[in-house]
């Protein structure tokens, strides 16, 4: 290779560097250099194509239930989201770039109460505001490849566009599963439950949740939310360790007058 164009390539590795390095909202650096307009086009794209292709539930306490959780879990985040419950039997949620949330009929048969559910949307809230779904395409591809995915996203069955939706985290729907790492999920649980506990919900209810998902998979019937989130004993553990600060941030919400009532 000509020594010019090595110099060109390091120099673009550096200036990739120097440009992608970001902060997590926990404080770990990260390296994402893909534009957060052109993931949030991929999250759009992904979500209305699954709202093409899959049921969606239209049940008025559901929807209600579900509005109810997510609207307050967003509400420390800000921002416009859309939420939609779908028609699928798996314990399954969902949250994707450009502000949108899916949430399966199958994990609200499985949740006892709005704590519980929060502690699901909180946590799918968390990978967005970590922007893991960047961190992963940033990892993966480069920057012109990554423009051929937003459009790939439109053909999820597509090789490419398999691809796309996997490193957006829901690549499960389409028959592929890039799981995030242990260090995004566990970075996922701390945002998930400093957001709960902000809304005024109870962030004890996150251990038992975690506890009935592990149960659920015991079960002859797989549970597709655990194949692509996997739960762990230390995640439970990790959990207990943080919750006396979360109870103290509930408490502090609580007394600021957010108080939740989301019935199911």
């Not at 990260?30 to 699954?50: I, K, R, Y």
């Not at 239930?65 to 419950?85: D, K, L, M, P, Y």
């Not at 809230?125 to 779904?133: E, F, I, L, N, Q």
Request: one cysteine or more; proline letters at 4%.
């Amino acid at each position: 290779m000509n020594i010019s164009v090595v110099k060109l390539l390091f120099a673009f590795l550096f200036i990739s560097l120097l440009t992608g390095c970001a902060t997590s909202p926990t404080g770990r650096t990260q390296l994402v250099f893909m534009p957060d307009a052109e993931v949030n086009s991929m999250g759009l794209q992904a979500f209305d194509t699954m709202k093409r292709e899959s049921q969606v539930n239209h049940d008025a306490a559901k929807n209600r239930f579900v509005s109810c959780v997510a609207s307050a879990i967003t509400r420390e985040v800000g921002g416009e989201w859309e939420v939609v419950v779908f028609e699928d039997s798996s314990l399954n949620a969902f949250a994707l770039p450009g502000g949108k949330i899916g949430v399966h009929t199958g994990l609200l048969d499985l949740v006892d109460n709005q704590d519980q559910l929060a502690t699901v949307i909180g946590h799918e809230v968390g990978h967005v505001m970590a922007r893991h779904s960047n961190e992963r395409l940033s990892q993966q591809v480069g920057t012109n490849v990554g423009i051929s995915l937003v459009q790939a996203v439109a053909a999820p069955q597509s090789a490419l566009g398999q691809t796309a939706v996997g490193l957006l985290g829901i690549g499960a729907q389409y028959g592929i599963i890039m799981p995030y790492s242990r260090l995004h999920e566990s970075e996922a649980d701390t945002i998930g439950l400093d957001l709960m506990a902000k809304a005024g919900f109870n962030p004890a209810e996150s251990i038992k949740l975690w506890q009935k998902m592990e149960q659920a998979s015991q079960g002859a019937q797989p549970v597709e939310f655990l194949s692509t989130h996997p739960s762990h004993a230390s995640r439970i553990q990790s959990l207990q360790t943080y919750l006396p600060r979360a109870q103290q941030i509930r408490q502090q919400a609580n007394a600021a007058g957010k108080n939740p009532h989301c019935i199911k």
